[in-house]
C-alpha cells in the first residue's frame, strides 16, 4: 500500500514568510509525529498526534510552530515569520498505534533565505 | 525527559568486517528501542527494534543487544557490505505511554572495498 507522502518535496521561502508543510500518514494509522532534520544532524522531535487525544506539543522550538492533523489523517505543520534557521527536512512519521513502529515519509526540504 | 547518546559519530570498516554502534539512554521507563538506516537523501528506514522484554533480537547479518541495567542499547552488522553504508540512527520511548521517539545523533558508516 501507500507510504506516507509529504508535499511539497523541496520549499524555498523568504524570511518573514509563512510556510505550510503536508503530511498524508498511511491509511489507517492513528499515531503521527513530526520530525525536524536540520543538515548532518539527527532527528529532532517536534509534535505528536494520538487518535483523538490532545497533540503532544512539548518539542515544538517557538510558538511560531504549529500543527494540526484534519479527522485523525491529514497533518499540517505551519511555521510563521520564518527564520534561516528553520532551514532543515522537515519528516512525518506515522504509526499504526502508540509505541508501534513509525514509518516516515520522504520529507520536505525548507530552505529560508 | 528522554536523552540518547550514540557512539561513534563515524565509522569505517572495510568489507567483511564488524560494525558496532552502541547508545545509551537515559529514561529508565523507555522500553522501545528501534534502529534506523538512512541512505544519502532518503527517508528513515526501519532496520530493527527491541523491546525491553528481551536482551537480544537478530535478523541475517543486523543483531541488536540491550542492558536495561546499564541502559545501553548496541547495533552489530557483520560481514559488512558497501551497500551497507549509510548514517545509522537508535532512538528510544515509552512505547505504552505513546511517546515520540528520541533519537540519537547518528553514526555515519564507511564500508569500503
Known amino acids: 500500500g501507500a507510504g506516507v507522502s509529504q508535499s511539497p518535496s523541496n520549499k524555498v521561502t523568504e524570511k518573514g514568510k509563512d510556510v505550510e508543510l503536508r503530511c498524508d500518514p498511511i491509511?489507517?494509522?492513528?499515531?503521527l509525529y513530526w520530525y525536524r532534520q536540520s543538515l548532518g544532524q539527527g532527528l529532532e522531535f517536534l509534535i505528536y498526534f494520538q487518535g483523538n487525544s490532545a497533540p503532544d506539543k512539548s518539542g515544538l522550538p517557538s510558538d511560531r510552530f504549529s500543527a494540526e492533523r484534519t479527522g485523525g489523517s491529514v497533518s499540517t505543520l505551519t511555521i510563521q515569520r520564518t527564520q534561516q534557521e528553520d532551514s532543515a527536512v522537515y519528516l512525518c512519521a506515522s504509526s499504526l498505534a502508540a509505541g508501534e513502529t513509525q514509518y516516515f515519509g520522504p520529507g520536505t526540504r525548507l530552505l529560508v533565505l | 525527559g528522554e536523552n540518547v547518546e550514540q557512539h561513534p559519530s563515524t565509522l569505517s570498516v572495510q568489507e567483511g568486517d564488524s560494525a558496532v554502534i552502541k547508545c545509551t539512554y537515559s529514561d529508565s521507563a523507555s522500553n522501545y528501542f528501534p534502529w534506523y538506516k538512512q541512505e544519502l537523501g532518503k527517508r528513515p528506514q526501519l532496520i530493527i527494534d527491541i523491546r525491553s522484554n528481551v536482551g537480544e533480537k537478530k535478523d541475517q547479518r543486523i543483531a541488536v543487544t540491550l542492558n536495561k541495567t546499564a541502559k545501553h542499547f548496541s547495533l552489530h552488522i557483520t560481514e559488512t557490505q558497501p551497500e551497507d553504508s549509510a548514517v545509522y540512527f537508535c532512538a528510544a520511548s515509552r512505547a505504552q505511554a505513546g511517546t515520540a521517539l528520541i533519537f540519537g545523533k547518528g553514526t555515519t558508516l564507511s564500508v569500503s572495498s
Open positions: 491509511s489507517g494509522h492513528t499515531a
